[in-house]
DNA sequence: TTGAAAGCGGTACCAA
DNA sequence: TTGGTACCGCTTTCAA
């Protein structure tokens, strides 16, 4: 089990027969004896003596550790954003800490109070909602914070967003190229930003084909995969849409699933087409068409802005924006040229 | 921008007029004076006072922190304990700090030796291969360790373990009951451990059937979608399996990709089985059949063990096993009678 | 160059 | 009950 207590930097002085003074010194670097080195390292070998991180930093007053916050790590994008975060804050000697805040609005707002309590250096916080309360807390943070996500613009806050109605829009004028005249969305709860922007995003992709906004053809439920094929199922049953474009990959995969239990093919009778091209839409069937999102150049973004501030980088917000892209598979039919 | 400095409980003591002891105490609930807690919570607000995590920790020797090390977290088993693992320490106060060692075994001891700096109070450690370096930080760790994986016999470490040899085994006599005969393997890399227990798992179950082992319908590769097409499509090249037994989801899904572009049906002329049961199996078309090694389970295990020893939980090593179990969907047909 | 000592921001013991 | 004070383990200023 665990040894009770480890040496500390007096056991170290004691056996090197220096002082602590000399001992921290020798340690970091701040020395040029090097026969005072050679005997600090040397008891410090002997008496097997590694510092205390929690003293360290409560006299530099870092912690080396970053936060991390998000809805649901199960989540393709935020997990996307993770693997990008973790290294890069790595190679800087920083720690990733977790926290995910299944989407309840209270919890993200006690994540970004209790950094006052300074057990980070920095957070990247994905909110799925911003009150009044979040901007409250954003408005003087006890440490360097980078939201992903949008913000509205008086937030005075560094940003890394991407255009998810511009990738909405993207979908329905590829589906409408690939011959889809129906063109149904199934969306996630309209009252989230995500779910408000793609609704608005779909809308502008129908006004600029010149088609016209059907309310039978847009369902709205969760983020999941069951989500997506009730939704689609109660769309089916209700009308005859010739391509579905899906808020997300998830709801993308139930709706197929539905779409095939129904009889219907895909892409021949109805296309479909998601969004965050996650890995699961190349490995989907048939792989599926999927908005790209830029969850990994949103997650980069965002560590490489932190990183700047905790390297002392002063200034006014900074504002990155990730376009979004879309990429081909075969959930839908190539564009009639 | 971040507030350079926060107050400190001496401003609390100032403003409430009181000492910092009581301060302390107040906050902490070791008082009994009513009037002080109001006058001293009162002050808290007032100046803005949040206790320093950091200070607090070298006190009481304690984080509030536990480090959960694996390969990936963007392994779906891994992801699955993760999320098991995040909510039960933070119902205990604990923030879950995250390594990610990329299968280096380096990083892994890294980890391992890094405990010794007191930066978390917990560890929970995967490790893809168990070396003498691993055996040997192990024997004394700074903090409790639970291991989630096989370990030498000899090794006095709290450990989760699952029987994947038995998972395999029971994959083949699935697919022999349900009819398949000709029972092909595409196995992961043969060097790894995973990969030879599964291996062994797979011959295990041909001679419980009675079946011939046939080197000719076993293939090597990795454990990506990609290497799972190719391998199957190396396999239907050469020999003609009325079933394929993936090492896991991801192979799996490579395979199904291949099986239907060479225009064969799933299950009617080849049944497929996975193993992992990740959620890809249940979005996969047709939903895929796979063996669960209960990464959920022994997450929460984990957990649980780690949580008990951080009560203060003594005594020798604890080991537990979750069994592997198979469920059932429609890439392999029922079982006959 | 080296050592003594003053903190960093708390907790908890001890005496009043 | 309350306040004074000694730490927790380290870094860094200041004299010697």
Same sequence: chains 1, 2.
Avoid: W
């Amino acid at each position: 089990m665990a040894a009770s207590s480890r040496p500390t930097i007096h056991e170290v002085a004691k056996a090197a027969g220096v002082s602590i003074s000399s001992v921290s010194r020798a340690l970091n670097g701040n020395t040029s004896n090097p026969e005072m080195v050679a005997r600090v390292k040397a008891a410090v070998k002997q008496v097997g003596y590694v510092p205390s991180a929690v003293a360290q930093s409560l006299k530099t007053q870092q912690t080396g550790q970053v936060a991390f916050a998000m809805e649901d790590i199960g989540n393709a994008a935020y997990l996307a954003m993770v693997r990008e975060i973790q290294p890069l804050l790595r190679e800087d000697g920083y720690r990733l800490l977790l926290h995910a805040t299944g989407a309840d609005v209270q919890d993200e707002i006690e994540v970004l109070e209790s950094l006052a309590q300074k057990y980070v250096d920095g957070l990247i916080l994905c909110p799925i909602r911003v009150t009044d309360r979040h901007l409250a807390a954003l408005r003087s943070p006890a440490v360097p914070v980078v939201v992903i996500g949008q913000l509205p613009e008086e937030a005075d806050v560094d940003n890394v967003r991407t255009d998810s109605r511009q990738g909405a829009r993207l979908a329905v004028e590829h589906l409408y190229a690939a011959g889809a005249r129906r063109i149904a969305f199934i969306n996630g709860p309209a009252d989230t930003v995500p779910g408000r922007l793609r609704h608005a995003g779909y809308q502008d992709g129908l006004h600029a084909c010149g088609l016209e906004v059907d309310d039978s053809l847009v369902e709205f439920g969760g983020f999941q995969v069951s989500a997506g094929r009730e939704a689609a199922q109660r769309l089916l049953a209700r009308t005859q849409p010739d391509a579905v474009f899906a808020a997300n990959d998830l709801i993308a995969l139930g709706a197929m699933h539905a779409i095939r239990s129904a009889g219907r093919s895909i892409p021949e009778e109805i296309q479909v087409v998601g969004m965050d091209d996650t890995t699961l839409a190349e490995t989907s069937f048939p792989p599926l068409t999927s908005v790209s999102l830029g969850s990994r150049d949103r997650g980069r973004l965002a560590a490489d802005m932190l990183l700047a501030r905790l390297h002392g980088e002063t200034g006014p917000a900074r504002r990155a924006t990730v376009a979004p892209s879309l990429t081909v598979r075969e959930s839908t039919r190539e564009a009639a040229a």
